[in-house]
């Protein structure tokens, strides 16, 4: 294996934009998160819906997972 026949690696998100990637994703993140908080704190126990709930929680820890990501590898813990 010859190191001067591979082709450098360009990711398809620059650097540049990692930043602005981890603050949307956590911010709106935070937002699923706390409109989920609200739902099962004013719902009773007649009125909660499983699936609303599961998809909420869902996509709240989908948000905050990559802006995790994208936080980490703003200040250069490459993952």
Known sequence: MDAAKFVPYNPPVG???F???AGFF???GLLFMAYFLVVEVTSSKKD???VKE???AA???GLLGFG???MMLWV???V
């Open 48 to 50: 909660r819906n499983i």
């Open 76 to 78: 250069g813990i490459y």
């Open 68 to 70: 995790t990501v994208f």
């Open 26 to 28: 956590l911010v709106l």
């Open 54 to 56: 599961f998809l909420l």
């Open 15 to 17: 650097e540049a934009s």
């Open 59 to 61: 996509i709240a820890a």
């Open 19 to 21: 930043p602005g990637c």
